[in-house]
Nanobody
Framework: QVQLVESGGGLVQAGESLRLSCAAS????????TGWFRQVPGKEREFVAA????????SYKDSVKGRFTISRDNAKNTVYLQMNSLKPEDTAVYYC????????????????????WGQGTQVTVSS
């Protein structure tokens, strides 16, 4: 079992940057594919970025490509989301998710495929 705790959210102006962190418990974090999702009130949670077990494969939502970068440090049991050139439409609660997978090299982009979720961290981008 894995417990996830996000941090790094906050209030920024458009064009600025934030880095989110997701700290995971457990000694087998390298066996988990992980992802970042976001949700605004009244809308479904949506995929933002995902990364494979070793970090060698990544996937992104089209609207964040070139602005967001997902990475992980398995020695620190931590996944990161570097968000640059933030826009007001990026405002949401951001969630980290994890799923144990048998093979490296794949990512998961659907919310229903993840087994573990963090509590979320608020990101607000003002115009």
């Amino acid at each position: 079992q894995v417990q996830l705790v996000e941090s790094g959210g906050g209030l920024v102006q458009a064009g600025e940057s934030l880095r989110l962190s997701c700290a995971a418990s457990g000694r087998t974090f390298s066996a988990y594919a992980t992802g970042w999702f976001r949700q605004v009130p009244g809308k479904e949670r949506e995929f933002v970025a995902a990364i494979s077990r070793s970090g060698g494969t990544t996937s992104y939502k089209d609207s964040v490509k070139g602005r967001f970068t997902i990475s992980r440090d398995n020695a620190k049991n931590t996944v990161y989301l570097q968000m640059n050139s933030l826009k007001p439409e990026d405002t949401a609660v951001y969630y980290c998710a994890a799923k144990a997978v048998p093979f490296d090299g794949t990512t998961r982009t659907y919310t229903r495929t993840y087994d573990y979720w963090g509590q979320g961290t608020q990101v607000t981008v003002s115009s």
